[in-house]
């Protein structure tokens, strides 16, 4: 149980352009989900945590219009990266939680990103 | 300011030599103390929660322990297979996780 998965596991994209990725609770309902980013030989850090049906609330230094996050339901959220540039590249990963009564976080499998 | 201290930042070990990994830490409020393994390129896999000083949990070779101010993890006759990274988090007044840099374990056959 608590299996959460990501769409796509990696991508390419080039400068400029949008890049998706999608964060699913595959057994549970997430009523909070969390984006990490981690660089090479760097711990995960939050960019953003998620409430189905609520705004965002983005750590200090992430920037709101640049990382889109929308959590529809209680089983997707995705992040939207905006105008990549190559500083972007980075491991994008995403954590679920199953509700109030548990406070561990299940995360996925992670995003390749890489932006030429 | 939540904050998590890991050593060594790197171990190695001989297949069956035991040993333990270090996770220090000052929080507000410790809600809780995590242990995850992440494999390269992979999402952190979720072995141990541990909530108060004292508490202490096993799982095969590994046995997670916790004090007031840091948590053990001992990895008992390791394998190869238990070559990994080692995450240690806290979550103290709200929901965040607050991780170390890790440990990254190998385990030489």
């Known amino acids: 149980g608590a299996v959460v998965s990501q769409h796509p596991s990696w991508v390419i994209c080039k400068s400029g352009t949008s890049v998706k990725i999608e964060c699913r609770s595959l057994?549970?309902?997430?009523?909070?989900m969390f984006w990490y980013r981690q660089f090479p030989k760097q711990s995960l850090m939050l960019m953003a945590t998620?409430?189905?049906?609520?705004?965002?609330?983005?750590e200090q230094g992430v920037e709101k219009d640049k990382f889109l996050i929308n959590h529809a339901s209680l089983t997707l959220s995705t992040l939207t990266v905006t105008s990549a540039h190559p500083e972007d590249s980075s491991f994008y990963i995403c954590?679920?939680?199953?509700?109030?009564?548990?406070?561990?976080?299940?995360f996925g499998p992670g995003t390749r990103l890489t932006v030429t | 300011e939540d904050q998590v201290t890991q050593s060594p930042e790197a171990l190695r070990l001989q297949e069956g030599e035991s040993s333990s990994l270090n996770c220090s830490y000052t929080?507000?409020?410790?809600?809780?103390l995590f242990w995850y393994r992440q494999d390269p390129g992979k999402g952190p896999e979720f072995l141990f929660t541990?909530?108060?000083a004292g508490e202490e949990k096993e799982k095969e070779r590994l046995k997670a322990t916790l004090t007031k101010k840091e948590s053990f993890l001992h990895i008992t006759a390791p394998k190869p297979e238990d070559s990994a990274t080692y995450l240690c988090?806290?979550?103290?007044?709200?929901?965040?996780?607050?991780f170390g840099k890790g440990t990254k374990l190998t385990v030489n056959p």
């Open positions: 057994d549970f309902q997430a009523t909070t």
């Open positions: 929080v507000s409020g410790l809600r809780g």
């Open positions: 998620s409430n189905e049906g609520s705004k965002a609330t983005y």
């Open positions: 988090a806290v979550q103290g007044g709200s929901e965040k996780l607050v």
């Open positions: 541990l909530y108060s």
């Open positions: 954590s679920a939680t199953p509700g109030s009564s548990s406070y561990e976080q299940y």
